[in-house]
């Protein structure tokens, strides 16, 4: 099984719109962290936002939003007031402290490739 | 501050070729990483490295070595290059994360290497 799902392989929305990326995990750990990260079409990958697994709330980093519901594995990015300048990829990924190996790698999911429309 | 750089961008190899990717980092970070990405996935994890002279395998390392001489650097090695080797190639670094998810512990990225091989 998929350790990160993105069942969502591109969208179209229109600008000022606000947008909902889905992201699914798996794991047996506790301790784990979920990530989102944006690649524009020039192939930076660019950190957005975080959730730890013990954090109560929803991350937010200016428009951007986590909403993590723990009980259904789910960590879905929220974009409000779209902008042109979101249309590019994005992927999930899962840090795991125990599975993990100590690696403290990333597991990623395949990607949204989201586009905004005028 | 230059961040995390990545050595050389882009590269074409003929089949049994060898080469070395060079990352470097300038922010003190004890993990380093190398991953992979093809088109349509996410990107995958190929070796990693928790310190100055220390080197573990990722989910995909066959086919690569690696070698962390220096703390701030992480070089990827092709003995003998396959087309199945084609891929952009992400070295990425972050702070130790003393197993914690309470913090990001965000892993930076580099701007990628696009290696085809022939």
């Known amino acids: 099984a998929q350790k990160i799902t993105q069942t969502q392989p591109g969208m179209f929305v229109q600008e000022k719109e606000a947008v909902t990326l889905d992201c699914t995990y798996d794991t047996s750990d506790q301790s784990y962290g979920l990530f989102w990260y944006k690649q524009p079409s020039s192939g930076e990958m660019i950190f957005l936002i975080y959730q730890g697994s013990y954090d109560e709330q929803n991350a937010t980093e200016g428009r951007y939003s986590l909403n993590f519901q723990k009980a259904r594995k789910s960590a879905n990015l929220v974009i409000s007031a779209s902008q042109l300048g979101d249309s590019a990829m994005y992927f999930c990924?899962?840090?795991?402290?125990?599975?993990?190996?100590?690696?403290?790698?990333?597991?990623f999911g395949k990607g949204t490739h989201l586009i905004i429309q005028p | 501050n230059a961040g995390v750089t990545q050595t050389p961008k882009f590269r074409v190899l003929k089949t049994g070729q060898s080469m070395t990717l060079l990352c470097a980092q300038d922010?003190?970070?004890?993990?380093m990483y190398w991953y992979r990405q093809d088109p349509g996935m996410g990107l995958r994890l190929i070796h990693y490295s928790v310190g100055e002279g220390t080197t573990a395998k990722g989910e995909v390392p066959d086919g690569y070595n690696v070698s962390r001489l220096k703390k701030q650097n992480f070089l990827l090695g092709l003995e003998s290059a396959a087309p199945s080797q084609t891929s952009v190639y992400f070295c990425?670094?972050?702070?130790?994360?003393?197993?914690?998810?309470?913090?990001?512990?965000?892993?930076?990225f580099g701007p990628g290497t696009r290696l085809t091989v022939l």
């Open positions: 922010m003190n970070h004890e993990y």
């Open positions: 990425a670094s972050s702070s130790y994360p003393g197993g914690s998810v309470r913090s990001s512990n965000t892993q930076y």
């Open positions: 990924a899962m840090r795991e402290v125990y599975s993990g190996g100590g690696a403290d790698g990333l597991t």
